[in-house]
C-alpha cells in the first residue's frame, strides 16, 4: 500500500510501512513512534508536505463516485 501512503515532493514518506497483518511489525512500529520524538517530527513535517500534493475533498468523492459508477454498471 505504499502507493496510498504517497511520497512528499521532498521524498520522504509520511508515515511507517508495516506488512499487511503482521501484528507485531505494527507494535514495534507503534513502539518506535511513541519512543522517538524525532521520528514523530519528520512523520508530521513529511505528513504536512504530502498534504500540498493532494486534491480537495470534492474532487476526490468525485473520482471515487466515478469508480463507483464504473464498478456498478
Known amino acids: 500500500m505504499s502507493e496510498a501512503l504517497g511520497v512528499c515532493p ?30 514523530r517530527r519528520r512523520l508530521r513535517v513529511a505528513a504536512a508536505l504530502r498534504r500540498t500534493g493532494l486534491t480537495g475533498w470534492a474532487e476526490t468523492a468525485a473520482r471515487v463516485s466515478g469508480v463507483l459508477e464504473r464498478v456498478a454498471a
Open 10 to 39: 521532498d521524498g520522504s514518506r509520511p508515515g511507517v510501512l508495516v506488512p499487511a497483518a503482521d501484528v507485531s511489525a505494527f507494535g514495534e512500529a507503534l513502539g518506535c513512534w511513541l519512543g522517538d520524538a524525532a521520528l
